[in-house]
């Protein structure tokens, strides 16, 4: 999967608040954070953790070169640090800053996608594999995070940070727990889609079902239903389409910044229905999702 016990990672931009939290909250979850990127910063800690003036420096001093980073520097400098992340090999960057231009996120995963990188996000709030590691913010405070994310059967994927953790939540109290979770993000444009971390789900022999949280805008659920009929994928798929007011309200967008809506394709009735001709079931609301995928996997 994207994430295990063994997977090292830094933060960029770990001086800043959020990030201090940031880190605080994933090491006591029990993640391997091996150090930390702010510049003119170098020789200080934060909270035991290592920080560097550059990643390059970082990488010099550790003799490796980590799994991933967590990307937290304002939205200005963050195409620089994802391409500084990503050329010194870092294979996995979840970008948690939010108001990047589109032009800076179309660049950063056009490197990712020349370097064989992945990027998750921006405007994200991690991975997770509960029990074992968190990389970001998902799930907050390690007591919290425990409570909402015990580890089972079921993969999530969600636009929206906080409903990753309310889906995770209503499947941990259901006993169906969770195998993995990954905020993807709410922007137009983001690293990795539905479709492009089914495989990863696929792959995994702890995931029997996946959820998905959705809005209207965009593509990804076009492309998610193509992937299931192209490639035969055998696992089952829950999916709760929110925003569907919004099928009155052409132009109008809600919460994200991906969720505009800009043809008959983007809305929600649209989107439904393609998931639905891909076998995809659509839950009426978050409280049917368990017995949903309880019914598909048994």
Not at 241 to 259: I, L, N, Y
């Amino acid at each position: 999967m994207l994430i295990d016990e063994s997977t090292t990672f830094i933060v960029q931009g770990i001086t800043g608040r959020e990030a201090v939290n940031l880190t605080r909250e994933c090491l006591d979850y029990g993640s391997k954070v091996v150090g930390g990127v702010t510049p003119g910063r170098k020789g200080r800690e934060v909270h035991g953790v290592p920080v560097f003036d550059s990643v390059k420096q970082l990488v010099e001093e550790l003799g490796y070169v980590p799994d991933g980073s967590v990307v937290t520097v304002p939205p200005a400098f963050t195409r620089d640090a994802v391409f500084e992340a990503i050329e010194a090999g870092i294979k996995i960057v979840v970008i948690v800053t939010e108001r990047i231009p589109r032009y800076d996120v179309a660049q950063m995963v056009e490197l990712a996608n020349l370097r064989g990188a992945r990027i998750i996000g921006p405007n994200c709030l991690g991975i997770i594999r509960p029990g074992v590691a968190k990389m970001g913010g998902i799930g907050g405070p390690a007591k919290d995070a425990e409570k909402a994310y015990q580890a089972g059967r079921v993969g999530v994927m969600s636009r929206s940070g906080g409903m990753t953790t309310e889906i995770s939540s209503t499947l941990t109290a259901a006993g169906l727990g969770v195998s993995t979770a990954c905020s993807i993000g709410g922007d137009a444009i983001i690293g990795s889609t539905y479709a492009e971390l089914m495989p990863f789900f696929e792959e995994d022999g702890q995931t029997e079902a996946i959820v998905i949280y959705t809005e209207p805008g965009g593509r990804m659920e076009a492309e998610l239903a193509r992937y299931v009929t192209e490639n035969e994928s055998k696992l089952p798929i829950v999916a709760f389409m929110a925003g569907r007011f919004m099928d009155e309200m052409p132009g109008m967008s809600f919460g994200h910044a991906g969720t505009i809506v800009e043809g008959k394709a983007d809305t929600a009735a649209e989107k439904i229905k393609r998931l639905n001709d891909a076998g995809i079931t659509v839950a009426e609301e978050i409280s049917e999702i368990p017995d949903l995928v309880k019914e598909k996997i048994g």
